[in-house]
């Protein structure tokens, strides 16, 4: 067997195997029992049929099972495919079968009750961790055989994401970009340590994980952490007090949050904040969302000057990143493009902006999609043919070549640091027997930063409470995607063409607000 590079989980499990690599709750998995694990899961993947290539769809919370998940995928040259553990049923299945997805893993209290979103499909099989239910291969068996050799990885497992856009179906994204010739890979190479020190981990950091694992965050945690051979805690449900509580047991010092977890931080009564150390934080992270400035002094004022904001899309990877210093010097800025980054705001004729203009906003990076998975290649209005990606972004560039977010040009919702996209919502709404058109938008909300609401007309004769149009969207729709509220009225705004004017709607809720996202 070759030696482990460097900075892999098997390299740290051949310097260090007795030292903490996880810890959750009362859960430690040293160095060398995490690949030991990884070794008997992929051996026993591999008896279930999984082969190099294959999709493995992980629909699991923060939990210990992701990183052995992880690093068996990669031992096997596998794909991950995160999803999100509280989608419904169909809502699945629309994404198993969309991917070709090939197995899955899962965490659910009740497993079962996913079982009818395999129908159809061929999966090679299905892994329950927790519960046993009836198709499902229990976790325990799977690390059961030793296998007959160690294997070593040869990196991490691409990692496919599902966002959606304004067809409102879910739309699959291979993470990575930088195949083909040695200058790609070197051009790739820079970008990634452009982000990576953006934030730097250093040796002997303790990271606090809280990010999903359906989001590029949350692997991107473990990853890194994993890189730099240090510790990671995880946090399967996020809440205020227990981040505190870990932060000062494990002497966390690296932590990247959405803007929902700051806020409920920042509410917590001043006795309980007094309570917790949390001197060790070296460097905090925030993303996913827009950061009220408000918010941003709050967590400078209770951790110290450590903050740094980066922007990032699915499709496009990590875009700028603004250093704690630069706070206060450029207050509402996204930050400078990493490097390999190009942006460039667009005025909807598709021309270049000066400096100080306001437009969409258009990037160029080494991880830019050039389609979606089984799908066919964007086309111009998304990707242009200088390789520039439509962000649905609305802002400008100062200057110095700092960016300035303020509005967007899409109707996605950002709630909690989770994408919603209003069609994929609407299309469910039209379901219903008495609406006869609807629009949904997204409306301030002090904790989330936005929450989904819906505007239905209803057909001539009928009849709907509000309550009515919630319910039907039980079942149908993800919780954090139904709408907290409904409105009823008696006609929607549209133009003299027939087109959905969702700003009118939308503007008297933002009137006045810091920032339009």
């Known amino acids: 067997m070759s030696e482990p590079q460097p900075g892999s989980l098997e390299y740290w499990a051949k310097v260090k195997p007795d030292a903490p690599a996880v810890i959750e709750d009362d859960r430690v998995l040293t160095w060398g029992a995490w690949n030991a694990a990884a070794d008997r899961l992929a051996h026993g993947l591999s008896r279930l049929g999984l082969e190099a290539g294959d999709i493995l769809v992980t629909r699991m919370q923060i939990r210990t099972e992701w990183p052995v998940v992880s690093a068996a995928a990669g031992k096997l040259g596998c794909r991950i495919l995160g999803l999100n553990w509280r989608l419904t049923t169909e809502e699945t299945q629309y994404v198993l079968a969309n991917s070709g997805a090939h197995a899955l893993v899962c965490d659910d209290v009740d497993p079962a009750a996913l079982a009818p979103a395999f129908a159809g499909l061929g999966l090679k099989f299905a892994v329950s961790i927790d519960a046993a239910a009836e198709g499902f291969v229990p976790w325990a068996t799977l690390l059961a055989e030793a296998p007959p050799a160690p294997r070593l990885a040869a990196g991490n497992p691409p990692l496919i994401l599902y966002t959606s856009g304004t067809t409102g179906r879910p739309k699959g994204v291979v993470m990575g970009g930088g195949e083909g010739d040695a200058e790609a890979r070197r051009v790739m190479r820079e970008y990634q340590q452009s982000v990576a020190g953006g934030r730097p981990q250093s040796a002997g950091d303790v990271a606090l994980v809280t990010l999903p ?15 730099r051979g240090n510790t990671m805690v995880l946090l399967r449900r996020f809440d205020p007090e227990a981040a505190l509580k870990l932060i000062e047991t494990h002497r966390v010092s690296v932590w990247t949050g959405v803007p ?46 450590c903050l740094g904001e980066s922007y990032g899309a699915t499709e496009t990877g990590m875009l700028t990143a603004l250093a704690p210093e630069m706070q206060t010097l450029k207050r509402g800025s996204s930050g400078l493009p990493y490097r390999h980054v190009h942006i460039r705001i667009r005025d909807p004729e598709g021309r270049d902006l000066a400096a100080g203009e306001e437009g969409e906003i258009w990037v160029k990076t080494p991880m830019v999609i050039r389609g979606y998975l089984n799908a066919g290649p964007l086309g111009e209005d998304t990707l242009d043919g200088e390789g520039f990606f439509r962000t649905g972004d609305i802002g400008r560039l100062d200057d110095d070549g700092y960016l300035f977010i303020t509005d967007r040009a899409k109707d996605m919702i950002v709630s909690g640091g989770v994408n919603i996209y209003p069609a994929e919502i609407e299309a469910a709404i039209m379901r219903h027997p008495a609406v006869q058109d609807v629009a949904v938008i997204g409306v301030p909300d002090e904790e989330f930063g936005e929450q989904v609401k819906a505007f239905c007309e209803l057909k001539p ?5 509000p309550a009515d149009i919630q319910a039907h969207c039980v079942g149908v729709l993800a919780s954090y995607k139904r709408p907290r509220s409904v409105e009823i009225v008696a006609e929607l705004p549209r133009n003299t063409m027939g087109k959905l004017l969702k700003r009118e709607l939308r503007d008297p809720y933002w009137t006045g607000r810091e920032r339009n996202v």
Request: glycine fraction near 14%.
């Open 213 to 227: 694992m359906h989001h590029g965050a949350g692997p991107g945690a473990i990853w890194g952490t994993t890189a």
């Open 260 to 305: 929902t977890m700051y806020k409920r931080l920042a509410a917590l009564p001043p006795e309980v904040l007094a309570r917790y150390d949390v001197s060790s934080i070296r460097t905090l992270g925030v993303g996913a969302a827009p950061v009220p400035y408000s918010l941003k002094e709050w967590i400078i004022g209770h951790f110290g000057d």
């Open 461 to 465: 004769g009928r009849a709907a409470e």
